[in-house]
């Protein structure tokens, strides 16, 4: 049996952005994906156009989660947000604490992206599917496991229908997690995220941010090739063929692709693992 898979993307900035983004969806499509996911700016940034993104994705046929944070919001923002979902026959949410816009003092009325799932499952009931978030090298803003790791069990048993991990180059944090997880009683789906490297300074800075770890060997490597775009590609490529080899193999109950609106890697790994 194949293992599922699920693609994200962000809201573009550009009519251009929106109709490569659309040819994006057209090619991933032929996977036959569980669903496609679209971010949301900090404070609600891109709230418009995660709606329009999710639009758009939904009338070409396909199942359509956006994401959605609580920093900044209140319950009426929130439930506003939601009406406008249910009324377009969305019924899947990725709910997240979210950050604060830089310069904005209001956090809002939910603390926790527990709230949040809370309100959620007690407005819309439950036929919602609700993702959130998990880190298997924990969060960044978090100084420890043992207490991030509780954050996430609280999540869940909020009300998640299952959780998408961060990025991540180890399988071992990612299956240790997930053991951790299960020794809190948390049941659900716990999906990896995978990150192809499309461009390696670009990833290495998101890395470096959320304090996830690449290998030594692959970024000295990867260094090493400079400005050789060919070699990072297959190298890249063979790196995460491998990381999901191991996810596949160890029973991960699907895989979530983080896209960044592009379609090629994400198409060659799927190929090479007889995804979709």
Known sequence: MKTPVSFEFFPPNTPVGSEKLKTVVQE??????????????????????????????????????????CVGSTRESIAEILATYR?????????????????????????????????????????????????????????????????????????????????????????????????????QPIIPGIMPFHNYARIAQFAARDGIEIPRWVALKMEGFMDDAASIRAFGLDVMTGVCERLIAGGVPAIHFYTLNQSALTLELCKRLQLG
């Not at 032929?30 to 999710?54: I, N």
């Open 87 to 187: 009324a377009q026959n969305i019924r899947r949410v990725v709910a997240l604490r979210g950050d604060l816009p830089s310069g904005t003092a209001f956090a809002g009325e939910f603390r926790y992206a527990s709230e949040l799932v809370s309100f959620i499952r007690e407005t819309q009931g439950p036929d919602w599917s609700i993702e959130v978030a998990a880190y298997p090298e924990y969060h960044p803003q978090q100084r420890y496991a043992a207490r991030d790791l509780q954050h996430f069990a609280d999540k869940m048993k909020a009300g998640a229908s299952s959780a998408i991990t961060q990025f991540f180059f180890n399988p071992d944090a990612f299956f240790h997690f997930v053991e951790q997880a299960r020794k809190l009683g948390v049941e």
């Open 28 to 69: 991933l499509s032929v996977l036959k994906p569980e669903y496609f996911s679209v971010t949301y700016g900090a404070g609600g940034s891109t709230r418009e156009k995660t709606l329009a993104t999710v639009m758009n994705i939904a009338a070409a046929g396909h199942e359509a989660a956006p994401h959605l944070s």
